[in-house]
Nanobody
């Protein structure tokens, strides 16, 4: 059974930092690209970042570039998202997802998702 379990969300003040984790099981984690996707209240899904299977290639949405860093530890089957300089507009439920195919730059299809972790940026 494939499982993706996010953790690390919470309430943080603007300018603060959080580190999200996604623990993966049920497939060969090291063989697949992974993404973080978020959904703000009342809005659709927004791709945030992606990383290839070997950690050599990463990509970011313009809205988070320079503030967020995606990484992975293939030995621990875990995906991470380090979020710095957080803004109120980063408030969302953050999901990790297993990439099934890449349609275009920043445009991916996914076959498995986690349950999400809430990030709230507010003073």
């Amino acid at each position: 059974e494939v499982q993706l379990v996010e953790s690390g969300g919470g309430l943080v003040q603007p300018g603060g930092s959080l580190r999200l984790s996604c623990a993966v099981s049920g497939f060969t984690f090291s063989s697949y690209a992974m993404s973080w996707v978020r959904q703000a209240p009342g809005k659709g899904l927004e791709w945030v970042s992606a990383i290839n299977s070997g950690s050599g290639v990463t990509a970011y949405a313009d809205s988070v570039k320079g503030r967020f860093t995606i990484s992975r530890d293939n030995a621990k089957n875990t995906l991470y998202l380090q979020m710095n300089s957080l803004k109120p507009e980063d408030t969302a439920v953050y999901y990790c997802a297993k990439v099934s195919s890449e349609v275009g730059p920043g445009d991916f299809e996914y076959d498995y998702w986690g349950q999400g972790t809430q990030v709230t940026v507010s003073s």
